[in-house]
């Protein structure tokens, strides 16, 4: 099956740091990529749509700035979460969509911000 | 705007017996319908997914069924096992390659 790959699975940061999770879909290529954000016993919460080669599109609510988002090529858009607070703490998940309609997700990245 | 909505968030059975959860949406007009696993602080995993056009689709023991006229998709799996515990999450989408819509889920707890 397609596989999608998240990195780091966790970061621990300093607050004001800035964090960057990269999201690869490994063995086809995504026009389109989806970032997601999960609260404890919650469920996923779109973040933005990833955009190949073009600007993200971000749900309502969603500070652009503060989730800068970039998608320069078919196998990898990043997430990075700048000047972070721990009111930012959560769990990230990307998803990349096969031709096929499908999509896959990855392991998902954990932030603490201290 | 698209709504779903899980039923029972929590689900606690005996090894053995059968689940059956439930998925529930506002908007008929779907792509598809999408279930997927969730194991304590991972990604999700895809079981199962159905096209608009299908009535259910089948997996090992995990079978689901979609009934886009009322807005419904269950999700059945068989002879339960301690290893299906999880939260099972169901996703509607709008149009191919679009963004998810997702139920709240349901917690799973199988008992040996």
């Known amino acids: 099956g397609a596989v999608v790959s998240q990195h780091p699975s966790w970061v621990i940061c300093k607050s004001g740091t800035s964090v960057k999770i990269e999201c690869r879909s490994l063995d086809f290529q995504a026009t389109t990529m989806f970032w997601y954000r999960q609260f404890p016993k919650q469920s996923l919460m779109l973040m933005a749509t990833s955009n190949e080669g073009s600007k993200a599109t971000y749900e309502q609510g969603v500070e652009k700035d503060k989730f800068l988002i970039n998608h320069a090529s078919l196998t990898l858009s990043t997430l990075t979460v700048t000047s972070a607070h721990p009111e930012d703490s959560s769990f990230y998940i990307c998803?990349?969509?096969?031709?096929?309609?499908?999509?896959?997700f990855g392991e998902g990245s954990r932030l603490t911000v201290l | 705007k698209q709504e779903v909505t899980q039923i029972p968030a929590a689900l606690s059975v005996p090894e053995g017996e059968n689940l059956v959860l439930n998925c529930s949406f506002t908007d008929s007009a779907i792509y598809n319908l999408q279930w997927f696993r969730q194991d304590p602080g991972k990604g999700l995993t895809s079981l199962l997914l159905i096209q608009s056009s299908q009535r259910e689709q089948t997996s090992g023991r995990l079978n689901a069924s979609l009934d886009k006229s009322s807005g419904r998709s269950t999700l059945y799996i068989a002879a339960s096992q301690p290893g299906d515990s999880a939260t099972y999450l169901c996703a509607v989408y709008k149009a191919a390659g679009n963004k998810l819509t997702f139920g709240g889920g349901t917690r799973v707890l199988v008992k040996p």
């Open positions: 998803s990349a969509g096969r031709n096929t309609g499908e999509l896959f």
